[in-house]
């Protein structure tokens, strides 16, 4: 891809370099950091991308597609002047890789983007077609092009708009809160399965401490397996308890009448654990308690377009509160320094 200058205006020329599809994996928020790198990846190796295929296989084993989250035509559309991106491989490169005449890969964590230059782009070149697996963590944040950077945060916070059903039913709950005053989001993530993985059993018992024990095993993928919760929770690499996000606020001075707004999944050991933070701060909600049962239907099942519901509500919440700083914390509070910096919307 370069770039022409023909009477003031600026216009790209695609040298296609070859064609890249990638599976993401992970949650939500991890498959949207993905999908904002192998964009610049792509870009930077003048690569079609193809649009990418969502996680179907983790815990959360949500069906959704990509189109199901996110605009797709304003995702493809509104990167046309950085990258070419198609919805899917033409009839003869599909029938090539259901041969199998593609090469498949797992590309090596937290790499520079010399590494796609200089490994991952002769493979394209070579094969035509390239997959890449499981694209969580895989280019380096620091020390890229300052262009690459860019874009990054181009396709986080302007290319991948949710579709108009989400983005409508995210406006209803914001509406609903703000209509009952100020709201904090509370992001508390004390849910099963991030409790498997991280091995942070704090306030657990026995019972519970085994069964997030056999489901961490029961994901190959997650390389962890023998973990000493006490030695975690020192180093400070554990989501905070409801009982210790109840000391956390108050020790913020969170005007207990405030309303909270839970970002969450279930919460592991439901009722018991949040027994001291809804004593505390009485004016908890959740999505299920704003909206109708109707409202919900479709969401069902939809783990990934929950998050995005939740994702919205944050964005737009008086304070925001994360209980880890894992990618949710990352990419909201990323996005809310993008609209105070760039487009001028006022937050907290």
């Given at each position: ?112 983007i010399s590494y796609y230059r200089n490994q991952i782009l002769p ?226």
């Amino acid at each position: 891809m370069c770039r022409v200058e023909r009477g003031g205006e600026r216009k790209w020329v695609y040298r296609n370099n070859g064609y890249l599809t990638i599976s993401c994996n992970g949650g939500f928020n991890q498959m949207r950091a993905a999908i904002c790198d192998m964009v610049a990846i792509a870009r930077y190796l003048n690569v079609t991308l193809i649009v990418p295929e969502l996680d179907k296989k983790s815990f959360w084993a949500d069906p959704s597609e990509f189109q199901d989250i996110f605009d797709m035509y304003h995702f493809i559309t509104s990167l046309r002047d950085e990258v070419r991106i198609l919805k899917e491989l033409s009839p003869r490169l599909k029938r090539r890789m259901e041969l199998g005449l593609i090469h498949t890969m797992l590309p090596v964590s937290w790499s520079d983007i010399s590494y796609y230059r200089n490994q991952i782009l002769p493979l394209i070149q070579k094969y035509k077609v390239m997959h890449l697996n499981r694209t969580d963590t895989r280019l380096a944040n620091n020390c890229q092009p300052s262009e690459l950077q860019m874009l990054r945060c181009r396709v986080n916070f302007s290319a991948l708009r949710f579709t108009t059903q989400i983005e409508e039913l995210g406006k209803r709950v914001v509406k609903l809160l703000r209509q009952n005053g100020p709201f904090l989001v509370l992001h508390l993530r004390y849910e099963m399965d991030m409790l498997a993985f991280s091995g942070c059993t704090q306030g657990c018992n026995h019972e519970e401490v085994e069964e997030l024990t056999r489901m961490r095993y029961a994901y190959p993928w997650w390389k962890e397996k023998i973990i000493t919760s006490d030695l975690k929770r020192k180093d400070g690499l554990c989501p905070l308890t409801p009982e210790e996000t109840t000391l956390a606020l108050r020790a913020l001075d969170i005007d207990p009448n405030i309303q909270i707004y839970i970002a969450a999944g279930e919460i592991y050991g439901g009722e018991r654990r949040m027994a001291s933070l809804a004593l505390a701060y009485p004016k908890l909600v959740r999505k299920e308690i704003l909206l109708e049962r109707s409202d919900l239907r479709f969401f069902e099942n939809h783990s990934s377009q929950m998050a995005a519901l939740g994702y919205l509500v944050s964005l737009e919440s008086d304070i925001f509160v994360p209980t880890y700083d894992g990618n949710m914390a990352k990419v909201v509070e990323g996005h809310r320094r993008y609209c105070f910096d760039f487009r001028a919307v006022p937050f907290d």
